[in-house]
């Protein structure tokens, strides 16, 4: 069960976040493309229903520091769905 943060997060605290998103009309995430144009949704996609799970790397939007920089994420495919974490290299 999530329960939400209490008091300051800080610097190599490890956090469990969910994260819903609804829109008003369909949305195809697996056409999406970094900032090189790498489909890494669809190789994502592709590799975790053939291997179950394994790590992909592509560039994108860092939030804070606002430079589009490189991010390495860890998939794996559980029954119907499949679960990612990643970080950013750097920034």
Same mark, same amino acid.
């Given at each position: 069960?999530?329960?939400?943060?209490?008091?300051?997060?800080?610097?190599?605290?490890?956090?469990?976040?969910?994260?819903?998103?609804?829109?008003?009309?369909?949305? #195809?995430? *697996?056409?999406?493309?970094?900032?090189?144009? /790498?489909?890494?949704?669809?190789?994502?996609? %592709?590799?975790?229903?053939? @291997?179950?799970?394994?790590?992909?790397?592509?560039?994108?939007?860092?939030?804070?520091?606002? #430079?589009? *920089?490189?991010?390495?994420?860890?998939?794996? /495919?559980?029954?119907?769905?499949?679960?990612? %974490?990643?970080?950013?290299? @750097?920034?």
């Amino acid at each position: 069960m999530l329960e939400p943060v209490a008091g300051p997060v800080k610097v190599g605290d490890e956090l469990v976040v969910r994260i819903v998103l609804r829109t008003d009309r369909d949305m #195809e995430f *697996i056409h999406l493309k970094d900032a090189d144009g /790498k489909h890494f949704i669809k190789e994502m996609v %592709s590799t975790a229903n053939s @291997k179950g799970s394994g790590w992909i790397e592509y560039k994108w939007f860092h939030p804070v520091t606002k #430079e589009t *920089i490189p991010k390495t994420v860890y998939f794996e /495919k559980v029954d119907d769905l499949i679960i990612c %974490s990643g970080v950013y290299l @750097k920034g």
